[in-house]
């Protein structure tokens, strides 16, 4: 077969081609690469991460089905034969060999001489705070990408735009049920974001820290572990107040900690704090949201006062391989908001009247990045809030 029978991309097109696209574009320069032994791992190993690419929905329903019949979890009681996984999740033998194979080949679990056991890469699954409550629910994206053409030119109504109702403000929260949900989810994943940003910014010098949509309170409540003196206030919905006190109440930070019932998008924001944290809030909302919020914490700082925005940031003019896919598409499902570098993050700043604004990029971009900025002391412009 020719080049040009290979795929659907015509001679004259692939001329105008990179000299290394044309090259990739070419079955005969592949199949040269697969004989040339210095070239032989190169072709093997892009072939392979391009495969990884072709199967990764196959790889991520595999792990939802070993976290669902709690293979992982049994394993972490001890090493096991098959049988003792099997059974209990109600799987056949050869069944459940399968999907056990398939765990071994994501590096979750090993066996040997017939019993099977966790690796460190599984057991690391098990004890990072929110792997697991993101594993259960992804079922929710996954419905909403079972058509994605039509996902993609925005043919199809989300189930993810219903499952985020605190969105849309006060109102669009007011079930217990719902809020019970989505706080134990974001709950769930706060831990590492409360880490990676405590290991990024400086709260040295902060008398009081108020966090802006904050949830129940999984990161001011580390913050608040991490710097003992510390006053702090939570700004969030009317119904995640619940959840909120019982926290600070079983962490003794009950006296240190401000709940202020409200919705950025329907009230203004609490004075008080010389520094407010928005925690994997802006990404959840569209850019004329983001604007308003802006301003509307720039008018409750005092001169000097600081804001922190933490999130998942994409990688701007550098594609993110985990920002730019996952988020980028989960916010997308969401129809309300999107997912920014910080590169877009600090101009919006700038734009609300911060200076001295600096991206700090996390530890680990899939679970957050970190932008601050400053109220310029005795800045007399004049902020629409």
Known sequence: MSDAAAGAVTPGR???????????????????????????????????????????????????ALVELRVLHRLAEGPAALAALAGPAGVPMERMAILCKAGAGLGLMAERRGIWRLTVRGAAFLAVPGLEAMVRHHPVLYRDLADPVAFFRGETQPELAGFWPYVFGAGGAADPELAARYSALMADSQGLVAADTLAAVDFRGIRHLMDVGGGTGAFLAAVGAAHPGLQMTLFDLPAVVPGAEARFTAAGMGGRVRIVPGSFRDDPLPAGADAISLVRV???HADSTVAGLLRAVWAALPDGGRILISEPMAGGARPDPATDVYFSIYTLAMQTGRTRSGAEIQRMLEE??????????????????????????????????
């Open 14 to 64: 692939r001329a105008r081609q990179p000299w290394a696209v044309r090259l990739g574009l070419s079955p005969r320069f592949h199949a040269f690469c697969a004989r040339v032994p210095g070239l032989k791992h190169m072709a093997r190993a892009e072939g392979a991460a391009l495969f990884d690419i072709v199967q990764g929905f196959v790889q991520s329903q595999a792990l939802l």
């Open 282 to 284: 802006l990404y959840d």
């Open 352 to 385: 609300a009247g911060f200076a001295d604004c600096q991206i700090r990029p996390g530890f680990r971009s899939f679970v957050t990045s970190v932008v601050t900025g400053v109220k310029p002391v005795n800045d007399t412009a004049q902020k629409s809030v």
